[in-house]
């Protein structure tokens, strides 16, 4: 069935579905929200998006409507902010009331809520202070994680170095950035061959791409009728409970060889947790928190960085130029027999700079998470209700041209020094700014800098195709973007 066909249908069905839909609480609906194109009964602003190139309209109403205004998905307004301006003044300016995490329907039917990512209030609060205190203390921030980034960069390099053909770098990747996540979540890295393993990253890659499918975004626009709707968005569900049963498993090994004196990871200091408060009917942390937490952090700590390295070795074979100045750094500074550490950053700028610029330009999750309303709020002129939905529109930041001085181009030199009236950015790339900033933001950037400075000073890669047909434009871009697949050599330097 295709998405058109799905389209019409649902235009038919919202019509015969009323009883259904008019459940929409109306929050906001007669506040002073943002203008934005006339909403049509039951189906809202669906004519003025195209769920297969959403971002192409939000940049249109962008252009029309200025960088504030509210579309209306189905029955549900959701005010929208574009560009660097109105996305720093509402997340971290005003950083406490934009706190909220907003509805999104696709994930919410397996979340219900729960974990860090999509919980709020009190329990939003609690889940993240406890995940902050106990990843650092299995070494996030600390030497100890770099050491672990440093060696599955090495068990990276070999796995490239025996590839005697052209291959896809997708998996490698997928399994190399998973394992530093895993070292600290379940304590331990895993061979690249095992089967539970593999079974996990194939799982979150898939998600990834579904979540950037226009099924998944007519999901979270009528989730009511999309429920009961044969499609390839149900796979989303299936790989979801897959993961529920995996991670079900793990967790079950992990209390069956607890030691309550000596916990070794993330997974064993929250059955502990479970266990102190086992008895208080308030308490947070229960194994459906325990398995949302869990699926939160690999999917922020895999499916993001390995899909921004994809994305980074594509791009730098479409430009040798930039590779050539990069590996020329990291020769001066690095050398060819010591592996590349956080400490020579400071060293490479111009490494750095591409680095941030990949980031910027790759947009990994151009339409941000939404956010939600703590209060009833104050904004440019603007009365939002407490619960109004809020779309950072992160696209837009990258593309914001107060910020970047050709930002359709891939340009380096957006993030050395910028001549006035430019201001050196300030990146908003893994995700929106402010209390809701990513937990691992900073093991990001480690893996980042550490995994792309590993590979370039052991390779040069050979595109299979001449470098003028490579396409960096994405795949499919939605939830996330979708770089194309592509293959390349590994050639030994």
């Known amino acids: 069935m295709e998405v058109s066909l799905v389209t019409v249908l649902l235009l038919a069905l919202c019509l015969s579905c009323l009883l259904l839909l008019f459940r929409g609480d109306g929050r906001g609906t007669k506040a002073r929200l943002p203008p934005g194109p006339q909403p049509l009964p039951f189906i809202g602003n669906l004519l003025h998006l195209d769920t297969k190139n959403i971002i192409k309209s939000l940049l249109a109403l962008n252009k029309e409507y200025g960088s504030i205004f509210t579309v209306y998905m189905g029955l549900r307004p959701v005010v929208v902010l574009c560009g660097y301006q109105a996305v720093k003044e509402a997340l971290v300016d005003q950083g406490e009331e934009f706190s909220g995490r907003g509805d999104m329907p696709v994930l919410f039917r397996f979340t219900q809520g729960n974990g860090i990512a999509f919980s709020n209030g009190e329990k939003w609060k609690i889940l993240r202070r406890f995940a902050i205190q106990t990843l650092r203390d299995f070494g996030m921030g600390r030497r100890s994680i770099e050491e672990r980034i440093q060696e599955e960069a ?46 996990f990253i194939g799982l979150i890659n898939d998600n990834f791409r579904l979540f950037s499918s226009s099924w998944a975004q007519m999901y979270n626009i009528f989730p009511h009728i999309m429920y009961y709707l044969p499609g390839p968005h149900n796979q989303i569900f299936s790989n979801f409970e897959k993961l529920r049963t995996l991670v079900k498993e793990i967790a079950k090994a992990h209390q069956a060889t607890l030691d309550p004196s000596c916990p070794r990871d993330f997974m064993d200091s929250f059955l502990l947790k479970m266990q102190q408060e086992k008895e208080d009917p308030l308490s947070f ?79 990994i999750i151009p339409m941000g998470i939404p956010h939600a309303l703590t209060k009833d709020t104050r904004f440019q002129g603007c009365f939002f209700p407490e619960g109004t939905n809020v779309l950072p ?54 893996e980042l800098f550490l995994f792309l400075a590993t590979l370039l000073q052991r390779f040069t890669f050979q595109p299979t195709c001449p470098r003028e047909q490579l396409d960096i434009s994405p795949l499919m871009s939605g939830i996330g973007s979708v770089p194309r697949p592509y293959a390349f050599r590994a050639l030994s330097r």
């Open 154 to 199: 090495r068990c990276l390099v070999k796995e490239f170095a025996r590839m005697k053909e052209a291959f896809d770098p997708t998996f490698l990747l997928g399994c190399s950035v998973s394992n530093v996540i895993c070292s600290v979540v379940f304590g331990d890295r895993f061979d690249y061959e095992d089967q539970q393993f593999l079974t």
């Open 285 to 363: 942390f229960h194994t459906d928190t325990l398995i949302m937490t869990t699926h939160n952090l690999f999917f922020a700590g895999t499916e993001t960085i390995s899909t921004t390295l994809r994305y980074a070795l594509l791009i730098l074979m479409k430009f040798p130029e930039v590779t050539a100045k990069v590996q020329e750094e990291i020769a001066k500074v690095v050398g060819s027999e010591r592996s590349p550490s956080i400490a020579d950053r400071a060293q490479m700028p111009y490494t750095d700079a591409v680095i941030h610029e990949v980031q910027r330009f790759a947009d």
């Open 393 to 446: 529109f992160l696209h837009s930041v990258h593309r914001d041209p107060t910020q970047f001085k050709n930002p359709e181009m891939f340009d380096p030199a957006h993030f050395l020094d910028a001549p006035p009236p430019l201001p050196r950015p300030s990146p908003f790339f893994l995700g929106p700014p402010g209390k809701r900033l990513c937990l691992g933001e900073g093991l990001a950037r480690m």
